[in-house]
């Protein structure tokens, strides 16, 4: 039964990621038809991350006990509620459900499935389930966009034809994974479930703020590919090809996955400052791209800054989890992951605020002056602490 199983569930994994970030390049279509300004768009991508932080903070160990299978099959139909909404779009509302719903998705398969898929590995694959796994993450999350882009560009109904594709998706994935075996032994009903709130022990604190920071730049850098890069493209640059806007989103996060696999190559201990100066570098190119209009340095950012991403998450976790008591390991990374999702949203609505006042290349600017400094004071901590680099 396990053999190829942990690659149909790194797939279904793939599958709701990129469901996630479907509406990427499709942004600028609904502002032509529905009429709203930047700070809606920055505001209806940051719904996901409370949808997202809401089930991390209070159901983010419900697969360790109810199984996973039956939270994976409701993070997928909760996807394809998603996909209704925007299929039946008529104005904001169903556009802030359909991202919420979304969120709620992503928050159930980001710990639920990334266990699914190393326990479906057979004896002796887990080094390609973990690949596998990080693969399908940031792949399905890439690929998203460039599925929307290339729909939209190249097919008849930009609105409703990556939706109905990514419907069909799910609908297959379902399929696959109800027969799929559960892999917790002994699953108890969901009565047993109680909330796990995420914490800190003490001995973990003094690097968690560091490693927080690393998060927290390389999500907010993400973010804003994946929520305003669009209307720079299209305003500042000429470039209203929907699925060239797909394929930059897209680089961004393969970018991230190859930083990420550069991990184990470099160490957790050089890999978390080295991921925070290459976020200072992908933030620099992209002040350039903002400041000069150049569309190479936008690709340049995008490669650079998602390698930074890459390396400063898989560093964060790593690091934390390792310092961590094991009875306080999953509260400190869901901790992780509440302050890096919370990077997706925050920031990102700032941008928004900022872009009615300052405009939109100037509002860009002040971000980047913002995460250059928290990545690059990260990194310069965590330097000059060689006690914690050597513990980790």
Not at 24 to 46: D, W
Not at 226 to 238: E, I, K, N
Not at 285 to 308: K, N, R
Request: net charge positive.
């Amino acid at each position: 039964m396990r053999r190829g199983g942990y690659l149909r569930a790194a797939g279904i994994f793939a599958v709701c990621m990129a469901g996630t970030t479907l509406p990427t390049p499709l942004y600028g279509l609904y502002q032509e038809e529905i009429g709203f300004s930047e700070l809606i768009v920055t505001v209806v991508f940051a719904v996901y991350a409370f949808g997202v932080i809401g089930v991390l903070l209070l159901a983010g160990n419900i697969s360790d006990t109810v199984g996973r299978r039956p939270v994976l099959l409701c993070g997928l139909v909760l996807a394809a509620l998603s996909a209704v909404c925007f299929l039946a779009e008529s104005g904001l509302p169903l556009l802030f459900l359909g991202r919420f719903l979304s969120g709620l998705s992503a928050g159930l398969f980001t710990g639920a499935a990334t266990a699914f898929v190393m326990e479906c590995a057979p004896p002796g694959k887990g080094g390609r389930a973990a690949f596998a796994s990080t693969a399908a993450n940031m792949g399905g999350l890439g690929c998203g966009p460039l599925l929307a882009g290339l729909l939209a560009e190249y097919a008849p109904w930009p609105l409703k034809l990556p939706f109905l594709v990514h419907l069909a998706l799910v609908a297959v994935s379902f399929a696959v994974l109800w027969f799929l075996p559960e892999t917790v032994r002994e699953p108890k009903p969901l009565r047993v479930v109680r909330p796990q709130w995420p914490s800190l022990p003490p001995q973990v604190r003094a690097l968690f703020v560091p490693a927080g920071l690393a998060a927290f730049v390389g999500f907010s850098l993400l973010g804003v590919f994946t929520s305003v890069s669009p209307a720079f493209l299209a305003q500042s640059l000429g470039v209203e090809n929907h699925a060239v806007v797909g394929l930059i989103v897209f680089l961004a996060f393969f970018a991230s996955t190859v930083g990420q696999l550069l991990v184990p190559r470099l160490g957790v201990a050089r890999a978390l400052p080295a991921g925070c100066f290459t976020l200072v570098a992908g933030l620099a190119l992209l002040a350039g791209a903002l400041a000069w209009d150049l569309l190479a340095l936008v690709v340049l950012s995008a490669l650079v800054g998602g390698a930074g991403q890459g390396l400063a998450l898989r560093g964060a976790v790593a690091s934390v989890a390792g310092a961590a008591p094991e009875e306080h390991r999953a509260g400190v990374i869901s901790s992780l992951f509440v302050v890096a999702y919370t990077g997706i949203s925050i920031p990102v609505i700032g941008i928004g605020v900022l872009a009615e006042p300052l405009g939109l290349e100037d509002a860009g600017l002040v971000f980047i002056c913002c995460m250059v400094l928290l990545a690059g004071s990260a990194g310069i901590y965590l330097l000059r602490r060689p006690a914690d680099r050597a513990r980790v």
